[in-house]
Structures are given as C-alpha cells and as structure tokens.
C-alpha cells in the first residue's frame, strides 16, 4: 500500500522575528534548498517529494543510498515521513542555491551521478510526521521533535557537524536564542531563520502564522530602467563601465500610491513607449531589498525605498556586489 503524500505547511514571511518573552517560540536556521518529505516505507520504497508532489528521488541518489545503507537501523521505526529541506551545503548556515538549482534540472543518469559525487546533496530534516506508521502532525511541535532527536539517536546519528559529505541525513537543531541564531545566518551569509510556535501542529496544505520566515536581506540602489506593462514590473540595472547593465526586476514592496507616481513619472519622461515597455533615460534610483545574488541578477527584490538624492551613475556594478547591509 502506498503511502499517503503530503503537501507541506509552509511558513509565513515576515520582517521581524518574534521575540521569544513566554518560552513559546524556537528558531531555526532556514537553508537555500528544495522543501521536500522523504518517505520511507521499505528497503525499495525510498522517496523524496518536492513541496508540489513531484518525484525527485532520481536526481539525488546519494540521499535513497543513505537510506538503504541505515535500513537495518531504521527497522524497528518504519513506516517513517520525514520534513525538511534538500540541500549542498557550504557551511552549518548556508546553502548553494546555484549547486541545487543544477542538480534538480539534471535528469540524466550519468550526469547525475557525477553530480551526486561533486556537488553532493545533504537532507536535513526538521519535523517528524509518521513513525512506524504512527501519525504525530496532530502533536505539539516540540513532542514530534523529540521523537525525530531520539530517533536519530537511536539510528546512531548526531547533530555535530552539518557540513560533513559522509553524512548526507541529518537535522536542524532549533533554539530559543534567536540573538545567537541571527548572527550566525547573517555572519555566514545565509538565508535567514524559521521561526516555530512550540505548540504548533502540522497542517497539511497550509500556510501558517505559527511558522515564521525571516529573510537575511541585502540591500543595494539600482537604476529603474523600464516598466513592463503586462506584468507591472520594474526592470533595474546597474552602471558598469560605460554601459547600464540589466540585474533584474520587482514589483513587490511598492505601497499602491508609490506604483501610481512612479508609473506616471515615467509615463511623463519615457522616451520610448510599445506595446510592451515604457522606456527611459537613467535618472530614476531605488534601493531594492534583495536575498542573494544568482548568475549575475539579484535574487527576490522588494522594493525599500527611492533614492532621489543618489546620481544614477553612482548606482554601480562594484557597490551593489559589495553591499552587505541586513534589513
């Protein structure tokens, strides 16, 4: 029989991480990966699925290798449905989103083998949801966490260092000193932390108030450089050389009364217009929230701010790669 797929619950994005004043709070490091549940029913039932249910356990055979090689300390407590994120590690607080990236595109086998040996992949899991065929998402959070650390305990595997290739299953540990958790994300340039409610139940499907995502923002000034009127978006680039090179675009962030007066200060100083775009001359500045950079564009940017007082050929390529100030 097979067993029952979940779509995860996924957590809330907000700015500022709820302080943890009643002990009702824990913090976890939240990593650049693929959201999957790994389930394991037997030696030949080994799977991960992606947060939208597809299938991905041929593109990380080093992970079901794991498994099969722990199956006979994993016996006694399968069924079994792991929460957690699919990963290449690059140190205890960051992942490679670029590594991850190529290696879910890659299909064929023997390029994904060769992947599985350099880019090797590490599943860390954050919640328990079944053992030994008992479902716990109707328990309290910190109740299926101290199944999930006894049964990693059991299977003789402990949390002491995360960036270790010879250990491709393991768990993220949580805290209640969000301080010490932030500094360690922001120091290693992560991307940010998962704020839990200790009594929180996992709800399939949903997205929750008791799960809190908090992003390391970078922040750095762009030059607007068109607005594409399908899909409302502002495409920014920045000075480089002689030239204005294309990073990206953003619509989020923009309050409505902002939106308006930007598009009509553009409307008014376009100095081409299709049916598509509105174009116009650098003079614009904005500075953009942003989580990574990513083949040379930025990655997520919302909108913080105009820059009116900024020249736009100070909107550079060297400043913004260089920019390291958090949100």
């Not at 942003?290 to 100070?314: A, G, V």
């Amino acid at each position: 029989m097979m067993m029952k797929r979940y779509k995860p619950m996924v957590p809330t994005l907000v700015e500022i991480a709820p302080r943890n004043s009643q002990a009702d709070w824990v913090y976890e490091v939240k990593y650049d990966g693929f959201r999957c549940l790994l389930y394991i029913k037997d030696a030949e039932q080994i799977e991960l699925y992606s947060r939208n249910l597809i299938n991905i356990s041929c593109s990380f055979p080093e992970i079901v290798n794991e498994i099969k090689e722990r199956m006979s300390d994993l016996l006694n407590y399968i069924p079994l449905i792991f929460d957690g994120e699919l990963v290449i590690l690059e140190s205890n607080y960051r992942a490679s989103f670029e590594k991850i990236q190529v290696r879910g595109r890659t299909k064929a086998e023997k390029k994904v083998q060769q992947l599985a040996k350099e880019y090797p992949a590490h599943y860390l899991v954050f919640d328990l949801l079944n053992i030994n065929g008992v479902e716990l998402i109707h328990e309290p959070l910190l109740k299926r966490k101290e199944a999930l650390y006894s049964l990693f305990h059991y299977i003789g595997i402990e949390n002491t260092s995360l960036v270790n290739k010879s250990i491709k299953l393991n768990y993220i540990q949580f805290s209640r000193e969000l301080e010490l958790t932030w500094q360690h994300v922001q120091k290693e340039n992560g991307e940010g932390i998962v704020a839990k409610k200790t009594t929180s139940k996992w709800i399939e499907g949903t997205r929750t108030t008791e799960w809190l995502k908090i992003k390391n923002w970078k922040k750095a000034d762009f030059i607007i450089t068109a607005f594409e009127k399908k899909n409302g978006y502002f495409h920014v680039g920045l000075h480089n050389g002689n030239k204005i090179i294309d990073v990206g675009l953003f619509s989020h962030g923009l309050s409505s009364i902002e939106r308006d007066a930007l598009q009509q200060i553009m409307k008014n100083n376009a100095i081409h217009e299709d049916e598509n775009f509105m174009y116009i001359n650098p003079s614009i500045c904005v500075e953009l929230k942003f989580l990574d950079w990513y083949k040379n564009e930025i990655r997520q940017p919302r909108f913080s701010k105009f820059k009116l007082e900024k020249r736009w050929i100070d909107c550079t390529w060297e400043e913004a790669m260089m920019k390291v100030t958090k949100s």
